[in-house]
Nanobody, 125 residues
């Protein structure tokens, strides 16, 4: 049974950092692209970052997070991490990880086959 479980969300001050993790089970995540999305209250879901699978190191970042967020894999833990630095008031949202069960990054959320439940991120002083 394929499962994705996010963790690491919480409250952080502007300019602070958080590290989100997406733990996969029921499949070996290193062979598949994993995408992070976020959804703020009253807004649509935004694709934040994606990492290719099968040894391809290609990554994608939304313009809004480029230079501040870093996506990476920990294959020993079957996990994909999202390091978020210099957090801004625009960043609060529920952050989800998802996979389309292919090695490349799909551009759209409708192509995702499995989703986690999400982890909330709040940025406030």
């Amino acid at each position: 049974q394929v499962q994705l479980v996010e963790s690491g969300g919480g409250l952080v001050q502007p300019g602070g950092s958080l590290r989100l993790s997406c733990a996969a089970s029921g499949f070996t995540s290193e062979y598949y692209a994993i995408t992070w999305f976020r959804q703020a209250p009253g807004k649509g879901r935004e694709r934040v970052s994606c990492i290719y699978g099968s040894g391809d190191s290609t990554t994608f970042y939304a313009d809004s997070v480029k230079g501040r967020f870093t996506i990476s894999r920990d294959n020993a833990k079957n996990t994909v991490n999202l390091q978020m630095n210099s957090l801004k008031p625009d960043d609060p949202a529920v952050y989800y990880c998802a996979t389309g069960m292919v090695y490349y990054c799909y551009p759209s959320e409708s192509s995702m086959k499995y989703w986690g439940e999400g982890t909330p991120v709040t940025v406030s002083s």
